[in-house]
């Protein structure tokens, strides 16, 4: 089988103290995991754990780190911000809690943002608007993100994420401010997502979207652990 | 990343913050209104001190020296002998001799003048000129016809504004133009003066009339083919042979110092008055101009740091959107150009209204100089001349003003990190 979509070996991360006299923070400590590929991974946390910095390393985001993080076979360690760069377009598609689409543009126009920029996308303008049909939002590609509910924002912002057909999805609380029944929209989409085969990464707090996914860990004192009773496909061998 | 994809990212966000661009581009759009401005109003002046001193940068006079000791030996002299050498020094293009009338002469007016009865008595000075430099200036022959024709003459065109805007309003006299003076016919006695008071013994009625208005005549008098005035002096035993003066044309303005030196080795003096006059005024318009538009850059500079303080607060308050462009896929160079292509739409547009505002305000001021000043000679319908390289220059610098001032927030935006970008709130 080919490399893992990410495998993560004594990985760490430590903020400078804020404050002379104070300790520095070890936000990440000593982290090992392996992804899948096609896996969905749920990793819960408590606000403040470190679960977006450890996605913003995921993504070449955040090179300040120790160990190694290798993300669908490459040594983030050894890219350069160009290669990284290309590596975010092509590759990695990201989604946040609270969407980021870009007030200037309309939906179609923020769906089509990855193509602004490296190679572009091939075929974008048609896969732009399939990705929205995709999301449900097919008649608002013209919508400003201001004329449009949290939920339509976020599936927006999933279209995006989905334009340059990226192996890796890496989801920052995506449901976390989306009411309940919106948030199972989004959640069924990443279900979707999944089994078309994708590899999903999504950090949240909320036990409804963890239950969606193969396998939960949790993130708790910077230290990665199996939730109990999470099923584990790798172990279950 | 393609200029085009480029430039729509880039209008999005100017749209989104017009109030900032009006400000950034507003502050480009003065200065480079008063750049654009102060250079077609230089141009302009230039050209004004142009009609008011009609001088060509490539031609010189040459005269003979007035105190030369060559002159008290009788060896400096102007004839056919010394224009053929003058026409064969390097660097000489034509050589023009002129001669003035050596003899007295007036003029006496009693009759009607457009309209009106008037009675003037004049001295009239006289000036050779080859027809060839009159050239198209003569709407009717400027040939000597002999004795008993008519001279014909052409008048300074300085002489005639000055009459419409000096003489005739003060006089009550009509104005005049070109066409209803050309072919105007009067006499005049040769061997007569009126200061002088005295009649030489063949003193003779002739006729002058008017062929056209030349800046190639004399500004004081009357300018009549160059075989006729040596026929006049001839006939009253006044020098025929040697030249008041030769005009000489170098075949370009670089070479006029060079002739004028060769000149002076033939022991032959330059009166460069009138072209020193002329280059001296041009020159101070010239000053002038520059330091105004040495301001204007000044102000161009004010808005650069004005640019630049809005984009570095356009960009502090974009930071997340940044940090989505990288996570996109953006690279840092991707986002610097993002953040300089706003600043050149923010810049053309500066340059666009600034030009038109210095149109304006060009249009505004003539309009003003027209109704509000007293007509003068020489006074312009318009005190600018906008020309093609001006607009370009103001629009380059506009941009260029746009792009320097962005230039730091831009580095600034590309240095970004992504993740604290992404976290900020
Ligand atoms: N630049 C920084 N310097 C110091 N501490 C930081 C910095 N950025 C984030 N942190 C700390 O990291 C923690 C936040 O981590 P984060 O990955 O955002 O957690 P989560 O996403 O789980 O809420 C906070 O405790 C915060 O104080
Ligand atoms: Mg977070």
Same mark, same amino acid.
């Given at each position: 089988?080919?490399?893992?979509?990410?495998?993560?070996?004594?990985?760490?991360?430590?903020?400078?103290?804020?404050?002379?006299?104070?300790?520095?923070?070890?936000?990440?400590?000593?982290?090992?995991?392996?992804?899948?590929?096609?896996?969905?991974?749920?990793? *819960?946390?408590?606000?403040?754990?470190?679960?977006?910095?450890?996605?913003?390393?995921?993504?070449?985001?955040?090179?300040?780190?120790?160990? *190694?993080?290798?993300?669908?076979?490459? @040594?983030?360690?050894?890219?350069?911000? %160009?290669?990284?760069?290309?590596?975010?377009?092509?590759?990695?598609?990201?989604?946040?809690?609270?969407?980021?689409?870009?007030?200037?543009?309309?939906?179609?126009?923020?769906?089509?943002?990855?193509?602004?920029?490296?190679?572009?996308?091939? @075929? =974008?303008?048609?896969?732009?608007?399939?990705?929205?049909?995709?999301?449900?939002?097919?008649?608002?590609?013209?919508?400003?993100?201001?004329?449009?509910?949290?939920?339509?924002?976020?599936?927006?912002?999933?279209?995006?994420?989905?334009?340059?057909?990226?192996?890796?999805?890496?989801?920052?609380?995506?449901?976390?401010?989306?009411? =309940?029944?919106?948030?199972?929209?989004?959640?069924?989409?990443?279900? *979707?997502?999944? %089994?078309?085969?994708?590899?999903?990464?999504?950090?949240?707090?909320?036990?409804?979207?963890?239950?969606?996914?193969?396998?939960?860990?949790?993130?708790?004192?910077?230290?990665?652990?199996?939730?109990?009773?999470?099923?584990?496909p790798l172990e279950s061998e | 990343m393609r200029a085009s994809k480029l430039f729509k990212l880039a209008r999005s966000n100017l749209v989104r913050e017009l109030g900032a661009l009006a400000v950034s581009s507003?502050?480009?759009?003065?200065?480079?209104?008063?750049?654009?401005?102060?250079?077609?109003?230089?141009?302009?002046?230039?050209?004004?001190?142009?009609?008011?001193?009609?001088?060509?940068?490539?031609?010189?006079?040459?005269?003979?020296?007035?105190?030369?000791?060559?002159?008290?030996?009788?060896?400096?002299? /102007?004839?056919?002998?010394?224009?053929?050498?003058?026409?064969?020094?390097?660097?000489?293009?034509?050589?023009?001799?002129?001669?003035?009338?050596?003899?007295?002469?007036?003029?006496?007016?009693?009759? !009607?003048?457009?309209?009106?009865?008037?009675?003037?008595?004049?001295?009239?000075?006289?000036?050779? !000129?080859?027809?060839?430099?009159?050239?198209?200036?003569?709407?009717?022959?400027?040939?000597?016809?002999?004795?008993?024709?008519?001279?014909?003459?052409?008048?300074?065109?300085?002489? /005639?504004?000055?009459?419409?805007?000096?003489?005739?309003?003060?006089?009550?006299?009509?104005? !005049?133009?070109?066409?209803?003076?050309?072919?105007?016919?009067?006499?005049?006695?040769?061997?007569?003066?009126?200061?002088?008071?005295?009649?030489?013994?063949?003193?003779?009625?002739?006729?002058?009339?008017?062929?056209?208005?030349?800046?190639?005549?004399?500004?004081?008098?009357?300018?009549?083919?160059?075989?006729?005035?040596?026929?006049?002096?001839?006939?009253?035993?006044?020098?025929?042979?040697?030249?008041?003066?030769?005009?000489?044309?170098?075949?370009?303005?670089?070479?006029?110092?060079?002739?004028?030196?060769?000149?002076?080795?033939?022991?032959?003096?330059?009166?460069?008055?009138?072209?020193?006059?002329?280059?001296?005024?041009?020159?101070?318009?010239?000053?002038?101009?520059?330091?105004?538009?040495?301001?204007?850059?000044?102000?161009?500079?004010?808005?650069?740091?004005?640019?630049?303080?809005?984009?570095?607060?356009?960009?502090?308050?974009?930071?997340?959107?940044?940090?989505?462009?990288?996570?996109?896929?953006?690279?840092?160079?991707?986002?610097?150009?993002?953040?300089?292509?706003?600043?050149?739409?923010?810049?053309?547009?500066?340059?666009?209204?600034?030009?038109?505002?210095?149109? /304006?305000?060009?249009?505004?001021?003539?309009?003003?100089?027209?109704?509000? !000043?007293?007509?003068?000679?020489?006074?312009?319908?318009?005190?600018?001349?906008?020309?093609?390289?001006?607009?370009?220059?103001?629009?380059?610098?506009?941009?260029a003003a746009a792009l320097i001032g962005a230039f730091f927030p831009a580095r600034a935006a590309a240095r970004l990190d992504p993740a604290k970008a992404l976290t900020e709130s």
């Amino acid at each position: 089988m080919s490399e893992p979509a990410i495998r993560l070996a004594g990985v760490g991360k430590r903020y400078p103290p804020r404050e002379p006299g104070v300790a520095p923070l070890d936000l990440l400590i000593e982290l090992d995991l392996t992804v899948a590929r096609g896996e969905f991974l749920a990793i *819960e946390g408590q606000s403040g754990s470190g679960k977006s910095t450890l996605l913003h390393l995921l993504g070449g985001l955040d090179r300040d780190f120790i160990g *190694e993080v290798r993300v669908l076979g490459c @040594d983030l360690s050894a890219l350069s911000d %160009q290669e990284l760069a290309a590596l975010r377009h092509a590759q990695i598609g990201f989604v946040f809690q609270s969407f980021n689409l870009l007030p200037g543009l309309s939906a179609l126009e923020n769906v089509l943002l990855p193509d602004f920029f490296g190679e572009g996308v091939p @075929d =974008a303008e048609r896969r732009a608007r399939e990705a929205l049909a995709r999301v449900g939002l097919a008649d608002k590609g013209q919508s400003p993100p201001a004329a449009l509910s949290g939920g339509e924002r976020q599936r927006v912002a999933i279209a995006r994420a989905l334009l340059a057909r990226p192996p890796l999805l890496l989801a920052d609380e995506p449901t976390g401010n989306l009411d =309940a029944q919106t948030g199972e929209g989004v959640i069924s989409l990443f279900r *979707e997502l999944h %089994q078309e085969g994708m590899t999903l990464l999504i950090v949240t707090h909320e036990a409804r979207v963890s239950h969606a996914a193969d396998r939960v860990m949790v993130l708790r004192e910077g230290r990665l652990a199996a939730e109990p009773g999470s099923k584990h496909p790798l172990e279950s061998e | 990343m393609r200029a085009s994809k480029l430039f729509k990212l880039a209008r999005s966000n100017l749209v989104r913050e017009l109030g900032a661009l009006a400000v950034s581009s507003g502050g480009v759009a003065l200065g480079i209104g008063c750049l654009v401005f102060f250079l077609a109003l230089g141009a302009g002046l230039q050209g004004v001190v142009n009609e008011v001193f009609p001088v060509s940068t490539r031609e010189v006079e040459v005269v003979v020296p007035s105190m030369a000791i060559g002159n008290l030996l009788g060896e400096a002299r /102007l004839d056919d002998a010394v224009v053929a050498r003058l026409r064969k020094v390097p660097g000489v293009a034509a050589a023009y001799p002129k001669m003035s009338l050596r003899i007295p002469a007036v003029t006496r007016y009693n009759g !009607l003048f457009f309209g009106r009865e008037i009675h003037m008595g004049l001295e009239v000075v006289g000036v050779g !000129l080859m027809p060839e430099l009159v050239g198209e200036d003569a709407r009717l022959p400027f040939q000597d016809r002999g004795d008993g024709a008519p001279i014909p003459i052409v008048v300074s065109r300085r002489l /005639l504004e000055i009459y419409n805007k000096v003489f005739a309003p003060q006089r009550g006299l009509p104005r !005049l133009t070109d066409s209803m003076l050309i072919g105007f016919q009067f006499p005049i006695e040769l061997g007569r003066s009126y200061i002088a008071g005295k009649t030489m013994p063949n003193a003779q009625e002739a006729a002058l009339q008017l062929v056209g208005f030349s800046d190639r005549a004399t500004l004081a008098g009357a300018s009549m083919p160059l075989t006729a005035v040596m026929r006049i002096n001839r006939r009253y035993g006044a020098d025929a042979d040697n030249y008041s003066s030769v005009l000489l044309r170098a075949q370009n303005a670089d070479q006029v110092p060079e002739v004028a030196a060769s000149v002076r080795r033939m022991g032959l003096e330059i009166d460069d008055s009138e072209r020193n006059r002329a280059l001296q005024i041009g020159a101070a318009v010239e000053l002038v101009t520059l330091a105004l538009g040495i301001l204007a850059g000044l102000i161009t500079g004010l808005a650069a740091v004005n640019t630049m303080q809005a984009f570095y607060a356009s960009v502090r308050e974009r930071t997340r959107e940044i940090g989505v462009l990288r996570a996109v896929g953006a690279t840092r160079g991707d986002v610097a150009g993002v953040v300089l292509a706003e600043a050149a739409v923010t810049g053309l547009a500066g340059g666009v209204v600034g030009v038109l505002l210095a149109r /304006l305000a060009a249009a505004l001021l003539d309009r003003v100089a027209s109704n509000g !000043l007293p007509d003068f000679p020489f006074k312009p319908s318009t005190f600018f001349r906008f020309q093609g390289w001006h607009v370009a220059l103001g629009i380059l610098v506009a941009l260029a003003a746009a792009l320097i001032g962005a230039f730091f927030p831009a580095r600034a935006a590309a240095r970004l990190d992504p993740a604290k970008a992404l976290t900020e709130s």
